[in-house]
Nanobody, 127 residues
Framework: VQLVESGGDLVRPGGSLRLSCEIS????????VGWFRQAPGKEPEGVSC????????YYADSVKGRFTISTDNTKNTIFLEMTNLKPEDTAVYYC?????????????????????RGQGTQVTVSS
Protein backbone atom coordinates (compact mmCIF):
# COMPACT_ATOMS: atom_id res chain seq x y z
CA VAL A 1 0.00 0.00 0.00
CA GLN A 2 1.42 3.37 -1.02
CA LEU A 3 -0.01 6.87 -0.86
CA VAL A 4 1.65 10.01 -2.25
CA GLU A 5 0.14 13.43 -1.54
CA SER A 6 0.55 16.60 -3.59
CA GLY A 7 -1.09 19.98 -4.02
CA GLY A 8 -0.16 21.72 -0.78
CA ASP A 9 0.57 25.43 -1.14
CA LEU A 10 0.40 28.88 0.40
CA VAL A 11 -3.07 30.38 -0.09
CA ARG A 12 -4.83 33.50 1.15
CA PRO A 13 -7.78 33.32 3.57
CA GLY A 14 -10.98 32.70 1.65
CA GLY A 15 -9.12 30.92 -1.12
CA SER A 16 -9.43 27.38 -2.43
CA LEU A 17 -7.05 24.47 -2.90
CA ARG A 18 -7.29 20.88 -4.09
CA LEU A 19 -5.09 18.19 -2.56
CA SER A 20 -4.39 14.95 -4.41
CA CYS A 21 -3.21 11.57 -3.18
CA GLU A 22 -2.11 8.95 -5.69
CA ILE A 23 -2.58 5.39 -4.43
CA SER A 24 -1.15 2.01 -5.35
CA UNK A 25 -1.45 -1.51 -4.00
CA UNK A 26 -5.18 -1.48 -3.24
CA UNK A 27 -8.58 -0.55 -4.67
CA UNK A 28 -11.08 1.96 -3.36
CA UNK A 29 -13.61 -0.83 -2.81
CA UNK A 30 -11.26 -2.82 -0.59
CA UNK A 31 -9.92 0.12 1.45
CA UNK A 32 -11.62 3.17 2.90
CA VAL A 33 -9.59 6.37 2.52
CA GLY A 34 -9.36 9.71 4.27
CA TRP A 35 -7.41 12.82 5.22
CA PHE A 36 -5.87 13.77 8.56
CA ARG A 37 -4.10 17.00 9.33
CA GLN A 38 -1.65 18.11 12.00
CA ALA A 39 -0.83 21.69 12.87
CA PRO A 40 2.39 22.59 14.74
CA GLY A 41 2.08 21.81 18.42
CA LYS A 42 -1.35 20.21 18.05
CA GLU A 43 -2.75 16.70 17.97
CA PRO A 44 -3.68 15.19 14.59
CA GLU A 45 -7.25 15.85 13.50
CA GLY A 46 -9.34 13.57 11.31
CA VAL A 47 -10.62 15.83 8.52
CA SER A 48 -12.60 13.58 6.20
CA CYS A 49 -13.13 9.95 5.26
CA UNK A 50 -14.79 8.08 2.38
CA UNK A 51 -15.72 4.41 2.10
CA UNK A 52 -16.66 3.50 -1.48
CA UNK A 53 -18.04 0.10 -0.41
CA UNK A 54 -21.12 1.83 1.03
CA UNK A 55 -20.51 5.50 0.06
CA UNK A 56 -20.31 6.50 3.72
CA UNK A 57 -18.46 9.71 4.55
CA TYR A 58 -17.14 11.59 7.56
CA TYR A 59 -16.30 15.28 7.92
CA ALA A 60 -14.96 17.05 10.97
CA ASP A 61 -17.28 19.80 12.20
CA SER A 62 -14.52 22.32 11.54
CA VAL A 63 -14.59 21.62 7.77
CA LYS A 64 -18.22 20.69 7.06
CA GLY A 65 -19.61 22.67 4.15
CA ARG A 66 -16.11 23.76 3.05
CA PHE A 67 -14.21 20.55 2.25
CA THR A 68 -15.20 17.70 -0.07
CA ILE A 69 -13.54 14.30 -0.37
CA SER A 70 -13.73 12.29 -3.59
CA THR A 71 -11.94 9.60 -5.57
CA ASP A 72 -11.15 9.04 -9.24
CA ASN A 73 -10.91 5.33 -9.96
CA THR A 74 -9.38 5.88 -13.42
CA LYS A 75 -6.52 7.90 -11.92
CA ASN A 76 -6.20 5.94 -8.64
CA THR A 77 -6.36 9.26 -6.84
CA ILE A 78 -8.03 10.67 -3.74
CA PHE A 79 -8.93 14.35 -3.74
CA LEU A 80 -9.69 16.85 -0.99
CA GLU A 81 -11.33 19.97 -2.37
CA MET A 82 -10.95 22.82 0.15
CA THR A 83 -12.83 26.11 -0.15
CA ASN A 84 -13.18 29.23 2.02
CA LEU A 85 -9.87 28.40 3.66
CA LYS A 86 -9.06 29.87 7.07
CA PRO A 87 -5.74 30.41 8.86
CA GLU A 88 -6.71 27.61 11.26
CA ASP A 89 -6.68 25.19 8.31
CA THR A 90 -2.89 25.56 8.19
CA ALA A 91 -1.36 22.12 8.75
CA VAL A 92 0.40 19.18 7.17
CA TYR A 93 -2.27 17.08 5.46
CA TYR A 94 -1.90 13.30 5.26
CA CYS A 95 -3.97 10.90 3.20
CA UNK A 96 -4.74 7.59 4.87
CA UNK A 97 -6.17 4.20 3.98
CA UNK A 98 -7.32 1.08 5.78
CA UNK A 99 -9.14 -2.16 5.05
CA UNK A 100 -10.70 -2.01 8.53
CA UNK A 101 -14.46 -1.51 8.57
CA UNK A 102 -16.20 0.57 9.75
CA UNK A 103 -13.20 2.91 9.15
CA UNK A 104 -15.04 6.18 8.57
CA UNK A 105 -17.41 6.03 11.54
CA UNK A 106 -14.42 5.53 13.85
CA UNK A 107 -11.98 7.70 11.86
CA UNK A 108 -11.15 10.34 14.46
CA UNK A 109 -10.81 7.85 17.31
CA UNK A 110 -8.63 5.44 15.30
CA UNK A 111 -6.11 8.23 14.76
CA UNK A 112 -3.40 9.09 12.25
CA UNK A 113 -1.27 6.08 13.19
CA UNK A 114 -3.91 3.51 12.24
CA UNK A 115 -3.60 1.94 8.78
CA UNK A 116 -1.40 3.37 6.01
CA ARG A 117 -0.57 7.01 5.32
CA GLY A 118 1.44 9.20 2.96
CA GLN A 119 4.33 11.53 3.72
CA GLY A 120 2.14 14.63 3.98
CA THR A 121 1.75 17.92 2.12
CA GLN A 122 1.91 21.39 3.69
CA VAL A 123 -1.04 23.76 3.47
CA THR A 124 -0.51 27.30 4.71
CA VAL A 125 -3.35 29.81 4.84
CA SER A 126 -2.06 33.32 5.39
CA SER A 127 -2.40 36.83 4.03
Amino acid sequence: VQLVESGGDLVRPGGSLRLSCEISGFSFFDYAVGWFRQAPGKEPEGVSCLDKSDDSTYYADSVKGRFTISTDNTKNTIFLEMTNLKPEDTAVYYCTASGYRPYCSAYESLGLGFGSRGQGTQVTVSS
